[in-house]
Antibody, heavy 119, light 106 residues
Framework: EVQLLESGGGLVQPGGSLRLSCAAS????????MTWVRQAPGKGLEWVST?????????YYAESVKGRFTISRDNSRNRLYVQMNSLRAEDTAVYYC???????????WGQGTLVTVSS | SYELTQPSSMSVSPGQTATITCSGD??????ARWFQQKPGQAPVMVIY???QRPSGIPERFSGSRSGTTVTLTISGAQLEDEADYYC?????????FGGGTKMTVL
């Protein structure tokens, strides 16, 4: 059974940093692209960032997070990460970890972790 | 950048057919997927490649396409189908969600 478990969310002040993790199991992690999708409270889904199965360049970012977020993965540990710096109130959202067999696919979703940016 | 446009809300009576459309130029390049999201839950894919239904998804869910518009049809809507529905497509390193349709069954 495919499982994706996000962690690392919480309350952070504007301008602060946070690192989210996603632990994957039940599938061949190293051949799946991985994506972060977020959902602000009461709003729709927003694509954030994607990384290929190998983790090699390029990585892809939404304009709203480019230069502030960095996606990475550790295939030896079946882990996906996103380092989020210079956080803003508008980054407040549930962040979902999503696996896709191809780069543009969104096949399996985690349950999400909530990030709240507030003073 | 690409956009996908879908109605923000709609309602259907139990047992009736619900249709949700999604249109956008990106659909000329790639297939669409549909996700169902219930309150407090992660999205679940109900249609992929415009018309394919994943295993475990009820047969009442179907998809179709006409040009750059795709449609999700729920034939004989059930109370448990009340949810938000999002279309999605991706091409040219653009990953795009529609704004979501809140479907009420009453």
């Amino acid at each position: 059974e495919v499982q994706l478990l996000e962690s690392g969310g919480g309350l952070v002040q504007p301008g602060g940093s946070l690192r989210l993790s996603c632990a994957a199991s039940g599938f061949n992690f190293g051949i799946y692209s991985m994506t972060w999708v977020r959902q602000a409270p009461g709003k729709g889904l927003e694509w954030v960032s994607t990384i290929s199965g190998s983790g090699s360049s390029p990585t892809y970012y939404a304009e709203s997070v480019k230069g502030r977020f960095t996606i990475s993965r550790d295939n030896s540990r079946n882990r996906l990460y996103v380092q989020m710096n210079s956080l803003r109130a508008e980054d407040t959202a549930v962040y979902y970890c999503v696996a896709g067999y191809q780069l543009l696919d969104l096949d399996y979703w985690g349950q999400g972790t909530l990030v709240t940016v507030s003073s | 950048s690409y956009e996908l446009t879908q109605p923000s809300s709609m309602s259907v009576s139990p047992g009736q057919t619900a249709t949700i459309t999604c249109s956008g130029d990106i659909l000329a390049k790639k297939y669409a997927r549909w996700f169902q999201q219930k309150p407090g839950q992660a999205p679940v894919m109900v249609i992929y490649r415009d018309i394919q239904r994943p295993s475990g998804i009820p047969e009442r869910f179907s998809g179709s396409r006409s040009g750059t518009t795709v449609t999700l049809t729920i034939s004989g809507a059930q109370l448990e189908d009340e949810a938000d529905y999002y279309c999605y497509s991706a091409a040219d390193n653009n990953w795009v969600f529609g704004g979501g349709t809140k479907m009420t069954v009453l």
